[in-house]
């Protein structure tokens, strides 16, 4: 495999792969000083973010440069056609430059896939860049499910048999389709936990289960994930007010004590406190958001690695 | 005088071959093809003089193709279609007449603009263009459109349709209705209830949810189909539904029509033949409104097509700049080209599996649209004394779509690399072939 563009383009053997692989990068670098591997010395990865982010572009930014990466970040804005160059000449321009990688994010699903398919098509040489899906539209984050995997694994010793709860705006999140993909593939039990509004037709097809009731999935869940409310991306009521919402779905200091006491929290971030997640209990040590950051850079690095140097992420 | 003669076709692929002599414009002669043909002794002397003659043997005639919805983008995106390439377009197709839509650039909204489009039609004169006239003002769908006045222009409009908008207000739509029924035109909806499809890239179920694609649901052209067909039924109207894309909508015009409301109901080729699992290349070529729908949708609607309860297949022809196609699926416009492959999409999926034979295919592609259309020259019986508004059809002439090979001046056709069935031999209007083994003859 050439692309990280969905969670579904991985097996379970190369996706324990990946987190195995991050596992060593870890290890490679603990303790030192000064953070710098030469395993990619000589290659070239841009970042070319369409969407606004800190932490996921900073997490690639940092993975290639501990590779010894050249790593550009180009600047690509809002919509390529609300811009005026279309997206396809984007990604043509960046392919004449001469990027072994495009890390792409993108307010449209689907464009790391298309990045990917038209870039092949230029390539005269047959060389055509690798292209890291940083997140597209509804659709995947895949690396991001990586890292939560990894945090799961870090703060449960494994993952098969756990019982996660994906909780609140499942329908906009490309966090819950990634991590619903992963976690089920490596043998979790996954439930979403969302109001029906915010829930994805189709969703119970997913080989997951849907629930509607936070208070009553709690006590049977190894790990809770939170969600971020992506109000940007919703249009008409889907909740009735932020207060009901956070009644409802939030993970209130009382319901931290309704999970039991191994139990993880997860949340991508940025986080709402006091609407999505208490203000304690983000700071909780059963909370995991700074190891969920710090693992991204080691998961960013595995896929880096294993897409430019290391042989195949799929058999 | 201009004489032309189909040897060895089939009228409507029933019987024995016949030979078809056509002067200036009209039938005025079906005799039994003679084996060995004309120059083994033909019974016609009038055939050995015709000043064209159409080698047709193996081919089914059928009468001449009508497209009640069309685009021809022109006035105002004439990058993607003009009135000359699109009729190029219909006339490979196997079209006589094609119905112009009005969300162009002026919006046909005026006599100006319908006026422009007819004498455009006219002058190319490959096949009728009839310009179709916007219901409301700038297709605002707050205020109605002239339009006694289109229907008195030249262009003499009969369909109005603010297609590619639904007119979502019940009120305008009601006077809509009830002013059409004084003019006698037909007012042709756009069913798309506009708050439920806010955003809405892709059909709205299981592919669009795992796609992360914002979803249009069934309902949403569901609602409106009903109201009108209830506004109708108080106006005393007819209405027409513009591409009906679900099982549900084919059960509540099933419904309205055993109910007596005059409703009428069309489906494109691309409804009949793609569904969504086409999305998973988030290839903006399969964006279309309203939008592929699940297999269980296009099986219904090839059953509705065949027991009558939808009417006919429109091609909702819609050209696009390559620009407005090659770019994020979400951002891509809707539609799809249709007029040179909807032909081979009808065999392969209604001819192909016995749902309706050559005769059902006229009906649906030819005469209901005609009539519903009112035009008194086409999808006529093919007799001696009709005019010759005439297709051949060599049904089995599998061809394979190339995009860049097709007429129009866009080439965004969904079917690329896709063998079909069956392909235009020649078509003819009012006798005069502007069209044979796909090269198009202007006149």
């Not at chain 1, 991050?22 to 070239?44: I, S």
């Not at chain 1, 997640?277 to 690695?305: C, E, K, T, W």
């Not at chain 2, 263009?129 to 297709?139: D, S």
């Not at chain 2, 749902?355 to 086409?378: E, F, K, N, Y």
């Amino acid at each position: 495999m050439k692309h990280l563009l969905s969670i579904g383009d991985l097996t379970p053997d190369s996706a324990v792969d990946l987190l195995d692989e991050a596992d060593r990068f870890k290890a490679a670098l603990l303790g030192r000083e000064v953070r710098k591997l030469p395993t990619l010395r000589g290659r070239t990865v841009m970042t070319v973010f369409f969407e606004n982010s800190t932490r996921t572009r900073a997490s690639f930014e940092v993975a290639g440069k501990w590779m010894s990466a050249d790593v550009i970040n180009v600047s690509a804005g809002t919509s390529s056609v609300s811009k005026g160059e279309s997206l396809r000449d984007t990604a043509a321009t960046l392919h004449a430059i001469g990027a072994d990688a495009l890390i792409v994010r993108h307010p449209a699903s689907g464009a790391p896939r298309q990045v990917a398919r038209w870039t092949a098509e230029m390539a005269q040489d047959g060389v055509a860049p690798s292209v890291i899906n940083a997140g597209d539209g509804m659709h995947e984050h895949p690396t991001q499910a990586l890292l939560d995997a990894l945090t799961l694994r870090d703060r449960l010793g494994g993952i098969e048999g756990r019982r996660v709860g994906i909780v609140g705006d499942i329908l906009h999140s490309r966090v819950a389709r990634s991590n619903a993909l992963l976690l089920t593939m490596l043998g979790a039990d996954v439930v979403l936990i969302a109001p029906p509004t915010l829930m994805p037709l189709g969703a119970d097809g997913w080989g997951v289960t849907v629930a509607h009731d936070l208070d009553s999935e709690l006590p049977g869940l190894d790990a809770v994930m939170m969600l971020r409310v992506q109000a940007e991306r919703m249009r008409g009521g889907f909740f009735p007010s932020p207060r009901e919402y956070s009644i409802r779905y939030g993970l209130s200091e009382t319901r931290r004590r309704m999970l039991p006491e191994h139990a993880v929290i997860l949340h991508p971030g940025p986080m709402l406190r006091g609407m999505e997640i208490g203000y304690s209990v983000a700071d909780s040590p059963q909370a995991a958001p700074l190891q969920q950051v710090a693992n991204g850079v080691h998961v960013r690095m595995a896929v880096l690695f294993r897409l430019l140097v290391g042989g195949q992420v799929d058999a | 005088m201009t004489t032309v003669l189909i040897t060895g076709t089939r009228p409507y692929g029933e019987g024995d071959p016949v030979d078809v002599l056509i002067d200036d414009g009209v039938i005025t002669r079906i005799v039994p093809t003679v084996a060995g043909g004309r120059d083994a002794g033909g019974p016609d002397s009038a055939a050995s003089a015709a000043d064209e003659v159409i080698e047709a043997a193996g081919t089914v005639l059928l009468p001449g193709f009508v497209d009640m919805h069309t685009h021809l983008r022109e006035p105002g995106r004439e990058d993607a279609e003009t009135v000359r390439s699109g009729s190029a377009a219909a006339a490979r197709g196997g079209y006589t007449a094609v119905f112009a839509m009005a969300n162009t650039e002026p919006v046909a909204d005026t006599a100006v603009v319908t006026d422009h489009v007819y004498a455009q039609g006219q002058a190319v004169g490959l096949v009728d263009v009839h310009p179709v006239g916007a219901v409301t003002k700038g297709l605002a769908g707050a205020e109605l459109a002239e339009m006694g006045v289109m229907a008195a222009s030249s262009a003499a409009v009969r369909l109005f349709s603010d297609d590619g908008h639904c007119v979502a207000d019940p009120l305008i739509m009601r006077r809509a209705l009830e002013y059409a029924r004084g003019l006698d035109v037909l007012i042709a909806q756009h069913a798309e209830e506009p708050r439920l499809t806010e955003g809405a890239v892709a059909h709205e179920g299981p592919t669009a949810a795992r796609l992360g694609l914002a979803g249009w649901p069934r309902a949403a052209e569901e609602s409106i189909v009903i109201r009108d067909a209830l506004l109708a039924r108080d106006a005393g109207a007819r209405v027409h539904i513009c591409h009906a894309s679900t099982a549900g909508t084919v059960e509540l015009i099933r419904w309205a029509k055993d109910q007596g409301i005059a409703i009428t109901a069309e489906v494109t080729p691309h409804h009949l033949m793609l569904d969504d699992a086409r999305l998973e290349s988030y290839d903006g070529i399969f964006r279309v409104n309203p939008p592929l729908r699940e297999e269980s949708d296009t099986r219904a609607l090839r059953a509705a097509l065949a027991d009558g309860v939808v009417d006919c297949v429109a091609t909702d022809h819609a050209p696009h700049a390559a620009q407005d196609k090659c770019c994020e699926f979400s951002q891509a416009r809707p539609g799809m080209l249709g007029l040179e492959t909807a032909l081979g999409v009808v065999a392969q999926t209604m001819v192909a599996p016995g749902l309706i034979d050559w005769r059902g295919v006229a009906d649906v592609m030819s005469v209901r649209p005609a009539q519903i259309t009112g035009l008194p020259d086409h999808g006529r019986p093919i007799e001696v004394g009709e005019t010759a508004n005439l297709t051949v059809v060599d049904p089995d002439s599998a061809w394979t779509v190339r995009g860049a090979e097709l007429a129009s001046i866009a080439d965004n056709t969904p079917y690329e690399d896709l063998t079909l069935p069956a392909r235009v031999r020649a078509t003819l209007l009012r006798g005069r072939v502007t069209c044979v083994d796909g090269k198009v003859r202007a006149r």
